[in-house]
Nanobody
Framework: VQLQASGGGLVQAGGSLKLSCELSGRTHNNYALAWFRQAPGKEREFVAAIRWSPGSTYYGDSMKGRFSISKDSAKNTVYLQMNSLKPEDTAVYYC???????????????????WGQGTKVTVSS
């Protein structure tokens, strides 16, 4: 499985960005796709996850209500719509894929087998 993240950039506080993560290679309905982020000098943080089937979604506490994860099965792509962005959302955002993850595992990077290269998001104040 290969993951290609894109869509990062510079945005003012209060603005929006939509990240994309395109999957290639052999995937299955039992995969979960997630976004994590890592700000300079900080640990990688869970942002959101979605099960490929049935499409259930999960969010980190600070992202609820502002971020939305979705997928387009026909395009093998997962999206992260980020609204009301804050300077503290500045980070490199990574997409990741993992197979057969239970709910509690979705939030932890160590359970994901495949990672994309990251896309940088900078939110100016």
């Amino acid at each position: 499985v290969q993951l290609q993240a894109s869509g990062g950039g510079l945005v003012q506080a209060g603005g929006s960005l939509k990240l994309s993560c395109e999957l290639s290679g052999r995937t299955h309905n039992n995969y979960a796709l997630a976004w994590f982020r890592q700000a300079p000098g900080k640990e990688r943080e869970f942002v959101a996850a979605i099960r490929w089937s049935p499409g259930s979604t999960y969010y980190g506490d600070s992202m609820k209500g502002r971020f939305s994860i979705s997928k387009d099965s026909a395009k093998n792509t997962v999206y992260l719509q980020m609204n009301s962005l804050k300077p503290e959302d500045t980070a490199v955002y990574y997409c990741a894929a993992g197979a057969r993850l239970i709910v509690s595992s979705l939030y932890h990077e160590r359970h994901y087998q495949y990672w994309g290269q990251g896309t940088k998001v900078t939110v100016s104040s």
